[in-house]
């Protein structure tokens, strides 16, 4: 429920603090006091769109925040959550909107800034005025069918029709992105089946291309190979003889040396070694083939092949292996594609076929939910001096191409408002009076249904009094026993029934002129309503009416 409302600077309000208690508040004063003053800035806590003429002349910014309570399974805390808004559930909610002289605005929520979208998206959960012709709650033919829905206690067909509607779009997707796909694979068919025998033919291995590339280079440079170990082995066999007589030399004088010949003779010995060693890997190198150049051409027909496919194909030599198996993969899937699409298609079918059962199961409980709406408003008309007049909710079947995740209704609330004459739209038919006292028995039957905790209904008893009026407020003090409602009326019957009372009037001294709002005890209340009853001179027979109304048991 809506527990205050600070205003700060807006058109002629400077400062305003506002507590509001739960049940039926009424909000009265003479005409151009400013209760609209106080509902255009309610709404722009809301998020309603904002304007720099609502700010006070002189004022260089207007704010207004609104505070809520709401019940912890209310659905305003996911949307918070998924605003990214941190606040405990249960928490007071604080709304605030500031415009500036410029007509730019911020939103805040709990002091975090938030957007304007998320801000009208938290009122509307919160928050439904009702006034005379606003396209807003139900007056919005967009809201009807989750109305009913709310009405009929549909959740659980609703959800069917939305999970089956979704499932039929994905399979959907699916079958006709493979559609796609195999009609794309079927336009490069030959392709595909040459590339693949071009690749299968070749054959490229892993690793391949560096194999080739280094005998190629081998022996491309094979004579100049040959005839450097030629040179070496040459050198080898004249460094030898030298080393041998060295070695043969030290060894005759080593026993005269006492000792410290021995590791020149152990060094000359290993160089020995190492030479015969050089020589042999030489010799072995020069006699195994590998630097015959008979293979060259062969070498260099494999490797530029590979090459020239790898170019073609627009991919690395390395990667010749992975095209050959991926387009391998694509002739299957051509070659079994019908089978998949045949597949695809009958499980599409059987999903399309299960939307249909339920979204057709949804239309008939909303058909039978409809007629409860219908006699339950209309049972509410006569007392409200509508008895002339008949409501209906229309269900009506969408064209297939129209239906989604809601199922294949369109729901309108219609009225006619003279016997005899044809039902339109709700927003359309109806006059302001008549207009005010339809939302207000709509809301009676809809209490229950609605997330909404407060209600604001501006000049309901609008074109009414006496009776009528009285059975206005007798209406909404029985609306306001399941919500917090807020009712600008100019009707001692409406306001007499209010739990807390809100006087609205406007003050003028020399050098401004503002709008004040003071909450009436029993006596000034009394005295507020003896005034609505009898005009500007309050009579005692004023005084005593307006006690006899306040004295009516709620």
């Given at each position: ?245 060295a070695q043969r030399r030290l060894e ?22 190492e030479t015969e060693e050089a020589r ?275």
């Amino acid at each position: 429920m809506l527990a205050g409302l600070s205003i700060r600077d807006v058109v002629l309000i400077d400062r305003l603090d506002l507590q509001f208690e739960s049940g039926l508040v009424v909000l009265t004063g003479e005409t151009g006091a400013g209760k609209s003053i106080l509902l255009d800035s309610l709404g722009l806590a809301l998020g309603e769109r904002s304007d720099s003429g609502l700010l006070r002349p002189g004022a260089d910014k207007a704010t207004v925040i609104a505070s809520f309570e709401a019940p912890l399974d209310h659905p305003l805390w996911l949307l918070l959550d998924e605003g990214g808004v941190e606040i405990e559930p249960g928490e007071p909610l604080l709304l605030r909107r500031q415009v500036s002289a410029d007509g730019r605005s911020r939103a805040f929520v709990n002091d975090q800034p938030v957007s304007v979208t998320l801000l009208r998206q938290l009122g509307e959960s919160l928050v439904e005025v009702q006034g005379h012709f606003e396209q807003r709650g139900l007056l919005d033919p967009k809201t009807h069918r989750k109305t009913l829905d709310l009405f009929g206690g549909l959740r659980v067909e609703r959800t069917a029709v939305e999970q089956a509607w979704a499932r039929w779009q994905n399979l959907r997707t699916t079958f006709e992105a493979a559609q796609e796909k195999l009609a794309n694979a079927r336009r490069d068919e030959d392709f595909l089946r040459h590339a693949i025998e071009e690749l299968a033919r070749i054959d490229p291995q892993e690793g391949e291309e560096e194999a080739l590339a280094e005998r190629r280079a081998l022996l491309l440079n094979a004579g100049q190979l040959l005839e450097a170990m030629q040179d070496a082995l040459t050198q080898l066999d004249s460094a030898e003889r030298p080393l041998a007589a060295a070695q043969r030399r030290l060894e005759q004088m080593s026993d005269k040396a006492a000792g410290r010949l021995d590791g020149a003779v152990s060094a000359l010995g290993r160089a020995l070694a190492e030479t015969e060693e050089a020589r042999e890997t030489l010799q072995a190198l020069a006699s195994d083939g590998d630097f015959e150049g008979e293979g060259l051409q062969q070498i260099e027909d494999r490797y530029f092949a590979l090459k020239d496919l790898a170019r073609k194909h627009r991919v690395e030599v390395s990667g010749l292996s992975d095209l050959h198996r991926d387009m391998s993969e694509q002739l299957a899937a051509i070659d079994s594609g019908d089978a998949e699409l045949q597949r695809l298609e009958k499980e599409c079918g059987s999903a399309e076929a299960l939307y249909w059962q339920a979204a057709d199961a949804l239309s008939k409980r909303r058909k039978t939910s409809a007629e409860a709406l219908d006699v339950a408003v209309n049972a509410e008309l006569p007392p409200l001096k509508l008895d002339k007049a008949r409501f209906r909710t229309a269900v009506e079947k969408l064209d297939p191409d129209q239906a989604g995740p809601s199922g294949c209704d369109r729901v309108v609330f219609e009225v006619a408002t003279n016997p005899g004459s044809p039902p339109g739209a709700l927003g359309r038919i109806a006059s302001a009076g008549e207009l005010s006292r339809f939302l207000l028995a709509l809301k009676l039957v809809l209490a229950e249904a609605s997330p909404v905790t407060t209600l604001v209904f501006d000049e309901v008893d609008s074109g009414v009094g006496g009776a009528t009026a009285a059975a206005v407020g007798d209406r909404l003090s029985r609306l306001a026993e399941k919500r917090q409602i807020l009712v600008v009326t100019h009707s001692p019957q409406v306001a007499s029934r209010g739990r807390q009372h809100w006087h609205v009037e406007k003050q003028a001294d020399q050098a401004q002129t503002v709008t004040n709002v003071r909450v009436l005890d029993s006596k000034a209340r009394r005295e507020e309503i003896a005034r609505m009853l009898s005009g500007a001179s309050i009579t005692e027979e004023a005084r005593a009416a307006a006690a006899k109304l306040i004295g009516v048991p709620e």
